[in-house]
């Protein structure tokens, strides 16, 4: 099923896949991408649980308003979203700064989450990469996001997948050169803004923490900060994977989520 529906100043697009009655899961996507970027997940989990998928701020068919934003305020927004469809608590997984705005709810929502899932993502940006950030957002804004499209492809699949799989690579392409530019800039800034590894020390429910090996983006090492510093924490490495480690190795990396949610899942009422 999928919809639109009011969530503060947003008309906020969603998607629920599998059953009514089972433990929902939210997935919140990477920056440049929509909701379509889980397609190869969503059926490791829909026989069990109510996976719902959305599209940020700034991002596919959601509003686009004026940037610059904050991961405070996107995770206001997938708070918002489970209000507005009256859902009291979700496992909640997020990849790049999609993992990023899941700390936030992790750490300020606790009564929210059931699990959290990090996947390939950070809690801080070094200060030497603030400027690239800049840069970025200056390009996207004087010249479109098109520009960004290859050194983004280039940075989230190994060369291998692509020269594997370039069929999945061209529609990869296709979903980023729909990205609006203002929506772009905007979840960009929150990036390049982000210091909340202290933060991490809020957060209480059990976390499952994914990355590639070879994401350069979010790299193994911001990973394992991740893991040092949220208790109740695991850490999966999934080889032969860049930043989009879901789509390169679909597999391993649905098996770590399903396990993981299977482990840490509340009885269900019979």
Not at 175 to 184: N, P, Q, S, T, W
Not at 199 to 212: H, R, S, V
Not at 236 to 264: K, M
Request: contains cysteine; glycine residues 8%; charged residues 20%.
């Amino acid at each position: 099923m999928t919809g639109k529906i009011k969530v503060g100043d947003l008309e906020v697009a969603y998607r629920f896949d599998g059953p009514q009655d089972g433990p929902v899961v939210l997935l919140a996507n990477s920056l440049m991408s929509n909701h379509t970027m889980w397609d190869r997940t969503v059926p490791a989990l829909a026989d069990r649980y109510r996976v719902l998928r959305y599209d940020k701020r700034g991002h596919g068919g959601t509003s686009v308003t004026p940037g610059p934003y904050t991961l405070a305020q996107l995770a206001d927004d997938a708070i918002g979203l489970l209000d507005a469809l009256k859902i009291d608590r979700a496992h909640c997984a997020g990849l790049s700064i999609g993992g990023m705005l899941m700390q936030q709810v992790g750490a300020r929502y606790p009564g929210r989450v059931l699990s959290l899932g990090l996947c390939d993502t950070a809690s801080e940006t070094p200060m030497a990469g603030r400027a690239m950030w800049d840069e970025r957002i200056a390009t996207a804004r004087s010249k479109g996001t098109a520009t960004l499209v290859d050194g983004t492809l280039g940075r989230w699949f190994t060369p291998a997948f692509a020269a594997r799989e370039p069929h999945t690579v061209a529609e990869i392409r296709k979903m980023l050169l729909a990205i609006d530019a203002e929506g772009y800039a905007g979840c960009a800034a929150a990036v390049r803004d982000m210091i909340q590894t202290t933060m991490l020390l809020k957060i209480a429910a059990p976390t499952l923490i994914i990355t590639g090996r070879q994401d350069m983006s979010t790299t193994v090492e911001q990973s394992i900060v991740l893991h040092r510093v949220i208790c109740h924490s695991e850490l999966v490495i999934v080889e032969d994977a860049a930043h989009l480690s879901n789509i390169e190795q679909p597999t391993a990396f649905n098996q770590a989520l399903r396990g993981f949610l299977a482990r840490v899942e509340p009885a269900r009422k019979p």
